[in-house]
């Protein structure tokens, strides 16, 4: 598993793109790596395609949007709509792991499902599955555009008003909630702000109410007087306050450190001097998100080994993944519910400050429960491998025995090589099992998810 080290980068070397080369050649496991980080595992057919077209063509496939089709677009819709008006949340979660699999744009799903643990908002309070699916809708529209727009959106967001407690928010009776997160977990970071700069801030978001599962400003509730904080005194409203907090400097080292964390390593200490290069770029792009997942996504930091086998797959990463690799179709209501017994239900984030992440996923229990999901999925009568049984598709690709299968399944799923003696622990218990076949198949499959290395993206 990853550690925490601290290591000595040159901050130049670090962001300046990657070139291949003999050292860092563009190969399988270096297409694999980005296409998992940026996304979900490929297929074989999708990891082929990468390493012929080479690098660049591959790096603009990823990064740049595609827009959905409109057949897509629609079906999406529909999905969400069946959801609110059923009112379910397992609905709701069952569609949003299906839009991740089917969706034409991977890097803006892995991009809403960040944003969805940075500004973390959960059901369990909120109780409204309409406002969940907003809030959702809202995150995907923003999430590789403007920062200050995402801010002032979420600020504004009904389901978010309703968690931290800002739709109560009164002139006579600040609450200082949402002040406090903003710039604690949102966008500054501790030691950024003062309690004087909560207090100052709560009066401008008053008045900020909802109607009609809609945002709308009460003029009378808010605070007309004089606010001072953050450096800068005024008759401040919530926009003003969005737009203050959102230019201070330390929001571009608060937001580039998130983003590192997320794309490239979960415990690699580096040091502010590594990462103000990233803040200041993102700063003359206006806090445009997208220049700056790029300039991450394509770094030599990013393909470097203190990026390989760096991260711990998250519940939702450690499904998709799998299920991506092979083509894979369940029933998403079944995986929900297990991801979230892993400790990732979509919708419900366990606190303001979302999920730990990294080491964090992995105890005793999750280990046998991770390995448990990927049975259920093989076992699962719904379940399909494109659009066939898993012995079809795997014979589809010449896989026929236990070495086949790990030679097939490592550049996909592993990002490290398997050690012989991970090899050899595979064949003795296949060689134990007197299955054959599919069954047998399967058998090394659940055990290939169940290896430390399977939980390492």
């Not at 949007?65 to 008006?85: I, V, Y």
Request: aromatic fraction near 10%; include cysteine; charged fraction near 25%.
């Amino acid at each position: 598993m990853p550690t925490s080290s601290h290591v000595m980068i040159d901050p130049q070397w670090a962001w300046e793109p990657y070139t291949p080369s003999d050292d860092q050649p563009w190969d399988a496991r270096t297409a694999s790596h980005l296409l998992r980080r940026s996304g979900f595992a490929p297929n074989a057919t999708r990891l082929q395609t990468a390493v012929q077209e080479g690098f660049s063509n591959t790096f603009v496939s990823v990064t740049e949007l595609q827009g959905g089709t409109d057949r897509f677009d629609s079906e999406m819709d529909l999905l969400a709509r069946a959801a609110t008006a059923s009112g379910s949340l397992d609905q709701l979660a069952a569609g949003w792991l299906y839009r991740m699999q089917a969706t034409p744009s991977p890097l803006l799903e892995k991009m809403t499902l960040f944003w969805h643990g940075h500004f973390a908002t959960s059901a369990s309070k909120v109780q409204d599955a309409s406002l969940m699916q907003q809030q959702n809708a809202l995150l995907r529209q923003n999430a590789l555009g403007h920062f200050r727009e995402l801010l002032l959106g979420i600020s504004r967001d009904p389901a978010m008003l309703i968690y931290l407690d800002s739709a109560t928010n009164r002139k006579s009776h600040p609450n200082e909630n949402y002040a406090r997160e903003i710039m604690e977990l949102f966008c500054l970071g501790e030691g950024n702000y003062t309690e004087t700069d909560i207090r100052e801030i709560a009066r401008c978001f008053t008045g900020w109410e909802i109607k009609r599962k809609r945002f709308r400003f009460n003029r009378y509730q808010h605070d007309n007087g004089t606010k001072a904080f953050l450096g800068q005194s005024g008759d401040f409203g919530g926009e003003d306050a969005v737009r203050i907090i959102a230019d201070q400097d330390a929001a571009a080292m608060f937001l580039c450190s998130k983003l590192v964390r997320f794309f490239v390593a979960d415990e690699l200490l580096l040091s502010p001097s590594v990462i103000e290069p990233l803040a200041e770029k993102m700063r003359e792009d206006d806090l445009q998100i997208a220049p700056t997942v790029r300039r991450i996504l394509g770094s030599n930091l990013f393909f470097s080994s203190h990026a390989r086998a760096s991260k711990i797959r998250s519940p939702v990463e450690y499904a998709l993944d799998f299920l991506s690799a092979f083509e894979g179709s369940t029933d998403n209501y079944m995986v929900t519910k297990s991801i979230s017994n892993l400790g990732q239900g979509l919708y419900h984030p366990p606190s303001v400050k979302g999920w730990d992440g990294g080491r964090a996923w992995i105890n005793s229990s999750t280990l046998v429960g991770r390995a448990n999901l990927v049975r259920q999925i093989l076992d699962h009568k719904k379940s399909r491998f494109g659009k066939r049984s898993l012995e079809e598709y795997l014979a589809g690709h010449d896989v026929r025995r236990i070495d086949d299968l790990i030679d097939f399944v490592e550049p996909l799923l592993f990002a490290t090589r398997l050690p012989t003696s991970a090899r050899d622990r595979i064949h003795a218990i296949a060689k134990n099992n007197s299955t054959t076949g599919q069954s047998g198949l399967a058998d090394a499959l659940h055990l290939l998810g169940s290896l430390p290395e399977f939980q390492l993206s």
